[in-house]
């Protein structure tokens, strides 16, 4: 059965720290992953990672994708309470262009000053 | 402004009372989908629509319909509601299937009694 698996799934910290959150997945046909960030109600877009070893930066954020060993980690570094939120894992399946989007069930983080 | 729109943002209803949850995009995408969010479990895809009158079941269609009549709606169909479809609800579009970042609408606060 096609799944992702976030962990922690609750993490508090100090500002300024940096955390790293972890997403691994078994899908049968790996298309992509994405992150994504639910502060209060709508997941807004982070990364897009389809290739191994590449790592994707915006800002104090970055991201970077293992095939071989099939997970990706979310890097946070000095962190604000802005980032307090639940980050999201998502890969997209399939073989077709009728592929599928399977969310793991994310990780919420709690930044305190 | 791009963007998704839901209406409505929250929602209590009866089991068995037919309702709409309606999704509209501005931004000539051709993918949409409909989530639904429920704690520990993540977003799991409902339904998805690859383009007008294309559309296909996500990991947990039972109880829902959907209808792609043009392209930039796409409403969610609860023909007859039970309380275990009780839950946050978000529809999202993309320009395209993959290599794309999904936006999503604010989310629909449905409880059903």
């Known amino acids: 059965e096609d799944k992702v698996v976030q962990s922690p799934l609750s993490l508090v910290v100090h500002e300024g720290d940096t955390v790293t959150l972890n997403c691994s997945y078994e899908?049968?046909?790996?298309?992509?992953l994405l992150w994504y960030k639910q502060e209060k109600k709508a997941p807004t877009f982070l990364f897009m990672l389809t290739s191994s070893g590449i790592e994707k930066k915006s800002g104090r954020l970055s991201s970077i994708l293992d095939k071989k060993e099939l997970f990706s980690i979310l890097n946070i570094t000095a962190t604000q309470t802005g980032d307090s939120a639940i980050y999201l894992c998502?890969?997209?399946?399939?073989?077709?262009?009728?592929?599928?989007?399977?969310f793991g069930p994310g990780t919420s983080l709690s930044v305190i000053p | 402004e791009a963007q998704v729109t839901q209406n409505p943002r929250y929602l209590i209803t009866v089991t068995g009372k037919k309702l709409t949850v309606t999704c509209s995009q501005n931004?000539?995408?051709?993918?949409m989908s409909w989530y639904r969010q429920d704690p520990g479990l993540g977003l799991r895809q409902i339904y998805y629509?690859?383009?007008?009158?294309?559309?296909d079941k996500g990991d947990v269609p039972e109880g829902y319909k959907v209808s792609r009549k043009e392209k930039r709606n796409f409403p969610l169909i609860l023909e007859s509601p039970s309380p275990n479809q009780t839950s946050l609800y978000f529809c999202?579009?993309?320009?395209?299937?993959?290599?794309?970042?999904?936006?999503f609408g604010q989310g629909t606060r449905l409880t059903v009694v």
């Open positions: 999202a579009s993309s320009f395209r299937r993959t290599d794309s970042e999904a936006f």
């Open positions: 931004m000539n995408h051709e993918y």
């Open positions: 629509s690859m383009n007008v009158e294309v559309t």
């Open positions: 899908v049968t046909n790996f298309r992509s």
């Open positions: 998502a890969v997209e399946e399939g073989k077709t262009s009728y592929d599928k989007v399977i």
